[in-house]
């Protein structure tokens, strides 16, 4: 009894946290949608997740890209298929190595960073200040962020694709022997504008899940430092796990026959 008893307590811990992970989220959702709005903050919140992310996505993505097209290489060979691998290249990043690949660079990066800081407003009674200040804080604090991180990452996914993209026409042309014409039409030419839209969906999808976890786990971290750096650590693994969820279910919406 106490096997069963144990299995039906971590369900119920299970159910009751979704359930309170699905409130704050639309407690955010509305707080999107209705004034005051923080223009500043969004702004601000867009600048810290955009353009400082750039330099740790643009990394990962030419990397990403060069190692793709050496990858590609190295299995087409074997069936005289070289010739495919712009298609490849192209197809991988801007439908899942892109979007996923940034999604969780991003994740590592700022959904630790909004644990952290609404984690340490929390347990040092600055979010309660907020309330006796008649400013509500999922206004001031998650709004802005669920918005600017939901609006930016498209734009940081799309710098992402163009970088892993050159980064497979480097490796291809230098390294492989690939005509530089040949290869940037082949990539041209089979690119579609579904490829890119599922991807920048797949993104703003993981914005939204990046700064939902952060905000949530950082406004109900408890405890003084160790419950902020438990905070911390939960946003991004949770974060992480959905962004795979999700991007199962976004694939499926696009591209299932």
Same mark, same amino acid.
């Given at each position: 009894?106490?096997? =069963? ?13 979704? @359930?309170? =992970? ?17 223009? &500043?903050?969004?702004?601000?919140? !867009? ?18 890209? !060069? ?7 190295? @299995? *087409? $060979?074997? *069936?005289?298929?070289? /010739? ?23 994740? @590592? &990066? ?8 609404? +984690?340490?407003? &929390? ?7 907020? /309330? ?5 804080? !999922? ?5 802005? &962020? ?15 694709? %163009? ?9 291809? %042309? ?24 599922? +991807? ?12 939902? !976890? ?14 902020? +750096?438990? $905070? ?16 199962? %279910? ?8």
């Amino acid at each position: 009894m106490a096997f =069963l008893q144990a299995i039906g307590h971590t369900f119920l811990n299970g159910v009751e946290t979704l @359930g309170r =992970l699905i409130l704050f989220a639309l407690d955010g959702l509305l707080a999107i949608v209705r004034p005051p709005y923080y223009p &500043r903050l969004i702004l601000k919140q !867009m600048i810290e997740i955009g353009y400082y992310s750039l330099p740790v996505v643009g990394l990962t993505a030419v990397f990403t890209g !060069m190692v793709l097209a050496l990858q590609s290489f190295t @299995g *087409f $060979a074997r *069936f005289s298929a070289e /010739s495919a691998i712009p298609q490849v290249v192209v197809v991988s990043l801007t439908r899942e190595l892109g979007p996923v690949l940034a999604g969780l660079m991003v994740a @590592g &990066r700022i959904g630790a960073a909004m644990a952290a800081e609404i +984690g340490t407003m &929390r347990v040092t009674d600055q979010i309660d200040a907020l /309330s006796t200040l008649s400013t509500n804080p !999922m206004r001031y604090l998650v709004a802005p &962020r669920l918005l600017a991180a939901t609006a930016t990452l498209p734009f940081l996914v799309l710098i992402a694709d %163009i970088i892993g993209i050159f980064g497979g026409y480097i490796v291809s %042309i230098y390294k492989l022997g690939f005509n530089p014409g040949i290869y940037i039409h082949n990539t041209l030419s089979f690119l579609e504008p579904l490829d890119v839209i599922s +991807g920048l969906v797949k993104a703003a999808v993981f914005g939204f899940m990046i700064a939902l !976890m952060g905000c949530y786990h950082g406004f109900h971290s408890r405890g003084g430092a160790q419950g902020v +750096g438990g $905070a911390t650590t939960n946003a991004v693994v949770s974060a992480s796990i959905l962004i795979l969820i999700s991007n199962y %279910i976004v694939t499926e919406l696009f591209f299932a026959r």
